[in-house]
């Protein structure tokens, strides 16, 4: 017998249950907040020269930790596993903006997806939760072009896609007034971590059986 | 014997166990099977003048109708109240293409979510599903632009982004070799409608507290 | 013996021509210095609400005026008739952020080149130059996309796209610690009226005929 | 003796002239037809592992080549040296898709603009013409996408930047009811290939000094 049934009635309906018979109860994730307590696994995967793009990863990984029973692996793209690939329940990718898109090895780690992960064509990473972090010298010269396009290419997986610290994702603008990542940016990150996290948490009871 | 579950039902429920006194509980919203029962709502707006993004809109709307308990409103988007938008938990919005980008009735049915409906600062659609759709001339000459902003302007409102029938979403090439929209462009759509339903239902047992 | 001539040198020039009488001409637009004095129409349409993009619209005239012999004109997008359209040799547009992309009011102006002004099937507006220019509240949240699909719809009209200011145009971020528009952003603004100025002087000899 | 004189001072020149002398005159390219007879040199550069791209890229060539003094050089990317970039008047690039966006072995390529040539910071490809050329199994699945961020990388250098056969550029939908590369779609290689050495022509004598 499956049931399921809303928060504010749960206490009455064990007492009453339990005043009554033998009951089992396996209570599984109802709430957005107990949902945010379902296990899940978010890969943080990035590309970084100066530090800047790492700096963003290590406040997204801090931001999927803020909830509990996470588990978040960051790697450098190169790094990246097909185990650490598939077992994820969500995807985060950072790059630095070079010519006004993501990097080279950020851009070949997607296209390694299928050369050496081989998600297609049955869609492997389907379901999962995608989104995107970005650093770049200017305001307005390719984070956002960087960001669109990692989700892009994870739409084209049918990845389902959130953003959070900025309508695409967190970014940081690395030169100018405010050189290096500064804490608004490293806010934005954690917030971008969390969310994704959150968003994982609610699908995984659903997606994962 | 499965049972979903509702506030009337918690009494007899209530009755139930009193009744009989050996029941195993196993509360879990469990498949996506079940889950895509969950009833939910879907907001299909489009603009349309030479009938093809309101054929593609039709489809959209019967690959959502095909999950059940899915409620679909299909409107021009200069008819959607913000009833409409507010009460949807997901919402898929198609276009055709003027000069490589969405028409300029669907941007304006986009800053008429603040102007007219004033989603922001509360970021009122948060949460929501989106998707969209595109009909275009020429092949790749604004169609994946006009989905692709049209994602963007639903990531900037923390919408929940999926695409299905093509990498952005559902799109048709109503020129050239194969005029108006073809029997593989409908099915396209009406795989997104299906797609945006499901995800919807996943999502609202979540969300929707 | 070379010259570069202008206007007043003339009456020297034949002075020269009748004392000599035996001169070799070679006409040709020789340098981009020379060029740039070809007498140039560059139309600068926008559209603003809080009145950001006008100030930075003020600024693109600013640049293109301080070429010598370039005529501008400065206009919200929804006062531009078919002869501001037709007679300019370069056309800036320039738009605020509203949810990630140009206004709605911008993209209309855009569909007006078709349904108001008919620019095509005969691509009227090919190979005037083109540039683009944005303004919004928060960093990376739409002055990118904004400017590269107002240049997506002037590639469909078959222009000629150049960029300053910025990778894809000028823009300013107008909430946040600098809030309006600060001085750097106005020499950006300027630095691409001047641009696109040039460009269309270096063009117009060879395109006007 | 060069002399570059406006149109109205002309006819007195002449008339003065003649009167006097024995003026030879050797009008330089005023007209498109004449520009396109500056010697040009066009860089075609792309990636391909199934020749689709590579097809593509030459009918680029042939178009190119259709104008009279046109030198081109078809490369793949990973072949181009700083002498191929820094000696074209122009520089057209294609990719096929991979997930939604160019490969990543022509984004290495154009980060090796920086890495390997040195570019930055005298944006030395400023003014040189640019354009993009895409191959895609899918419609509406990351053509667009990657000429438009070709075209983002090549404005981000402040290249001057065209589109032909297409909005974007030329492209060709390698699967589905017409596999490979079909007539029409080497037509719009063509067509591109062409307008990148036309353009170029005409700014040349301008841009060359």
Not at 124 to 143: C, D, P, R
């Amino acid at each position: 017998m499956i049931l399921s049934i809303r928060n504010q009635f749960v206490p009455i309906l064990i007492a009453l249950c339990l005043l009554t018979s033998q009951v089992t109860f396996d209570f599984a994730p109802v709430s957005a907040e107990e949902a945010a307590r379902t296990p899940v696994k978010v890969l943080v995967a990035y590309h970084s020269q100066s530090g800047n793009t790492e700096r963003m990863a290590e406040a997204v990984v801090e931001g999927a930790n803020s909830l509990p029973d996470t588990t978040v692996v960051l790697k450098r793209v190169g790094q990246v596993t097909a185990d650490d690939l598939f077992s994820s329940d969500a995807i985060v990718v950072g790059s630095p903006v070079y010519w006004s898109n993501m990097s080279g090895e950020v851009k070949t780690f997607f296209d390694n997806w299928q050369f050496k992960f081989g998600v297609f064509p049955e869609f492997k990473m389907k379901n999962k939760v995608g989104a995107a972090f970005a650093t770049g010298g200017q305001i307005s010269s390719g984070k956002e072009v960087t960001m669109l396009t990692i989700l892009a290419a994870m739409l084209g997986n049918q990845m389902i896609v959130v953003s959070a610290g900025g309508a695409f994702g967190a970014s940081a603008t690395t030169e100018g007034e405010s050189p290096g990542i500064d804490k608004k940016e490293l806010a934005d990150a954690r917030s971008l971590g969390r969310r994704v996290a959150e968003v994982a948490a609610w699908m995984k009871p659903l997606l994962s059986k």
